[in-house]
């Protein structure tokens, strides 16, 4: 058996429901009934990497950082592929410069959508400490 299994079903049109556990993802190539694909795998990263950030600052000994928010934006190509996505990570917590890298170095090793991805499309991270 298979560790993910998902179902995913179009009834006409370009929009899908997929069914993953017990949640329904809606996603729409045109966005007009949910986000496109490209939009959705980009929230995915980011909904990976920060958990793994977190993980990351616990390794690194802080164990509170607080608030973290990822503004992530993405360039496509002339056919609409993903061609860069780029995270501004917003942490609570004060970090020194060093940290803040280390933190992001480790939270790459940590997030499996990172793994996942062409090493051309890994994000370019910038972390903001004391964001909040």
Known sequence: MADIETSTVSEE??????????????????????????ATLVATYASCYLPAFRVGGSQRGEEELGKIQIDASAELDEDDDLESIAFDVHVETDLD?????????????????????????HADISVYPGAF
């Open 13 to 38: 049109g370009y929009a899908s429901t997929s069914q993953v556990g017990e949640f329904d993802l809606q996603i729409d190539a045109t966005d007009e009934t949910g986000p496109n694909p490209n």
């Open 97 to 121: 410069d060093e940290t803040a890298a280390d933190i992001a170095e480790r939270a790459e090793g940590i997030c499996h959508v990172h793994s996942a991805l062409r090493e051309g499309l």
